[in-house]
């Protein structure tokens, strides 16, 4: 409509600027509608509970059908994710043992036909004692490689395979910013399978490259997840030392590393491979 004293041309562009901006608002609701997952497939290992289960609530949250692969029972996170109207499913698995990692990738390709993501997250962590690295007893050592180290290398070896079929996918590994610094109080066993981690996404991102999957790995640091939460002694051993390395000086909360697993995740981080993002309140320079 013409107002008094307006001019044809200035109403007329008013009138196309309105019709932009509802066009623009509609495409905004799509979009959110839509979620910035939404149709992937995606495998979370070690999601039953502490990181993995905020990493897989925040993926269906955005539209991606989330299969859970941990050794204990996902069903509480699965449920949470359903009553939300989230896509999730667990698969019992060992990480460590290659024929249930070969099961998982058998069930992911008949149920799901295809991977567009893999959080490999599975690790012992919050479970670990406190140990000085001359106190580690050998076969812990073997076990935690075996979990972290070998667990993330079978998980890529079996699902990779599906994400090339498609055309590619995004593999995010997780690492630690203690492979970065070490830690005064020990852990020198989780920290060596962390820093595999980066070594990790360092080969396969170039190896994978070529076939349109991004390997990238995310680093926390220190972060109150419900597990950690659960073994006191661990944070009180941290918590002094991570606080002084911070540029941030607060600790990490699970939401904290939502935004970057998402970014990892989506078309947002086509041209990304072979990175480390560190999330940590600035502790570590990656
Ligand atoms: N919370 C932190 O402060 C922090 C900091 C840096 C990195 N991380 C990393 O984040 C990830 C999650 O940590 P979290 O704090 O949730 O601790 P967490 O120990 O609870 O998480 C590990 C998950 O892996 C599962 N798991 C263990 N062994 C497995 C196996 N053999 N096969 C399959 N699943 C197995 C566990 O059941 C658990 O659900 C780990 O990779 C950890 O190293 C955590």
Known sequence: MRHAGQSRDESAAQAGGSRIEDLRAVACQRTAAMGRLEGRQAVVTGGAKGLGAAFARAMAAEGAHCLIADIASAQSVVSQIRASGGKAAEIPTDVSDESAVRHLAQVVEAELGGLDILVNNAALYASLEPVGCLDID?????????????GSF?????????MAKRGGGKIINVSSGTAYKGQPTGMAHYIVSKGAILAMTRAFSRELGPMGICVNTLAPGLTLSD??????????MAEDSVLASRALKRHGRPDDLIGAVLFLASSESDFVTGQTLAVDGGSINT
């Not at 050998?138 to 070998?150: H, I, K, T």
């Not at 950690?228 to 009180?236: G, R, T, V």
Request: charged share 20%; proline share 6%; glycine share 0%.
């Open 138 to 150: 050998a076969d812990l050592w073997d076990r935690v490689m075996a979990v972290n180290v070998r």
């Open 227 to 236: 597990s950690i939460l659960k073994n006191q002694p661990h944070i009180e």
């Open 154 to 162: 079978l998980a890529a070896k079996h699902l990779a395979p599906l």
